[in-house]
């Protein structure tokens, strides 16, 4: 009697796509493990050291590598400097510009429309955003972009570059991008409120609204990665603390007790570190700690126990972090491609937080 092959497992299929992916990035971009973070840009476009990321996978229409090489080479030297600084000054800030990068997204794609500052109407005032921060350092680097380049590079521009130089300040590869989004010409609260995924979502919630975006539930468990980093609010912690009572699987029994103390202890404001393990380190802990039910947020734990997910969250946590750092790159630009304007779209804002008028 013939013995039946041995079935492979969801788990190992997965980790095997996962390497096979990586290896095929390294061959074609001669990843020699060195410092991502190091790499920059070298002129519009053109970026020298170790690329762990492929150029472009396809064309966007009205994107561009070299959109500002004429009209303001320094575009990316100027960002690229300005958030070194300031996440040197404040470390936090690196994981509140790939936040404040991720919420204008969710709100018809990057468009800058977070950055509008019109109180109790715009996305900024939304109860999503209560706690994002890095606002005013975008409008500061935008103040610096008109003294040199008046009217040229878009807010929506800015933010996506700020948000990638500070993931690779925090250790993320380096990924070449595209210019000539171009600024969002409304924004409301209650859009944000409607569409950014918050706390309390479930799954199917959460792959919808990728899906929606052109994104995959694989984007999905990889840019939640960013929870490897931050710091999550009490206020946000809490209502999935009291779900999460009395069900090991979706919560570690003694580290449930440490973030009911800490919580229970400082009001809705107190902080929580995202990654309780390795929290300033970009790395694949976050996935790890939901192995063992030590995920903060409900949202984020609960991607382990869902089909369409946990083998996903099984596959980062049990491979080097280099592989989920390379990935979450590639995302991070899918998100700042996706759903954009270009061309005559929108505007050019000379202020970040108002409209042109
Ligand atoms: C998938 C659905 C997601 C949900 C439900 C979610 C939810 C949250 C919540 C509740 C917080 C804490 C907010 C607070 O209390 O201040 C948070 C923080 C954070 N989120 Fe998410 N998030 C999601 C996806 C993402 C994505 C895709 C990114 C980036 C690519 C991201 C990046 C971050 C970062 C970096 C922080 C920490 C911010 C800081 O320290 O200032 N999140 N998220």
């Given at each position: 009697m013939r013995t039946p092959p041995p079935a492979i497992s969801p788990f190992l299929a997965v980790s095997a796509l996962l390497l096979l992916l990586f290896a095929t990035s390294v061959a074609a971009n001669g990843y020699g493990g060195g410092d991502g973070a190091s790499s920059g840009p070298k002129g519009n476009g053109e970026q020298e050291g170790v690329y762990h990321?492929?150029?472009?996978?396809k064309p966007v229409k009205?994107?561009?590598?070299?959109?500002?090489?004429?009209?303001?080479?320094e575009m990316e030297g100027i960002v690229q400097k300005a958030v070194r600084k300031a996440i040197r000054d404040d470390y936090t800030l690196a994981a509140s510009l790939i936040r404040l990068f991720f919420h204008d997204f969710?709100?018809?794609?990057?468009?800058?429309?977070?950055?509008?500052?019109?109180?109790?109407?715009?996305?900024?005032?939304a109860e999503a955003s209560r706690t994002l921060r890095g606002f005013d350092l975008i409008e500061k680097i935008k103040k610096e972009m008109e003294s040199k380049c008046h009217a040229t590079v878009s807010c929506a521009d800015i933010l996506t570059a700020a948000a990638r130089d500070a993931a690779t300040a925090v250790g993320v590869p380096y990924w070449p991008l595209r210019y000539g989004r171009r600024d969002g010409k409304n924004s409301i609260a209650a859009e944000a409120d409607l569409h950014v995924p918050m706390g309390g979502k479930s799954v199917t919630d959460l792959v919808r609204f990728f899906e929606s975006k052109g994104l995959t539930i694989f984007d999905l468990v990889v840019l939640s990665g960013a929870h490897t980093i931050g710091r999550a609010t009490c206020g946000a912690v809490k209502p999935g603390l009291c779900k999460r009572k009395d069900k090991p699987a979706l919560l570690d029994r003694r580290y449930g007790d440490f973030l009911r103390r800490k919580c229970g202890a400082g009001g809705d404001g107190e902080y929580v570190e995202l990654d309780g393990e390795t929290p300033t380190a970009f790395d694949n802990q976050y996935y790890k700690n939901l192995m063992h039910g030590r995920g903060v947020l409900d949202t984020d734990q609960k991607l382990l126990l869902d089909s369409r997910t946990g083998d996903h969250v099984r596959a980062f946590a049990n491979q080097p972090s280099q592989l989920f750092v390379h990935q979450f790159a590639r995302s991070m630009r899918k998100i700042g491609e996706a759903l954009v304007r270009t061309g005559n779209e929108g505007e050019v804002r000379r202020k970040c937080s108002a409209f042109n008028y």
């Open positions: 990321i492929p150029a472009y996978e009205g994107l561009d590598a070299g959109f500002y090489r004429k009209s303001c080479p969710a709100v018809q794609g990057v468009d800058a429309s977070v950055l509008i500052d019109e109180p109790k109407k715009s996305e900024k005032y």
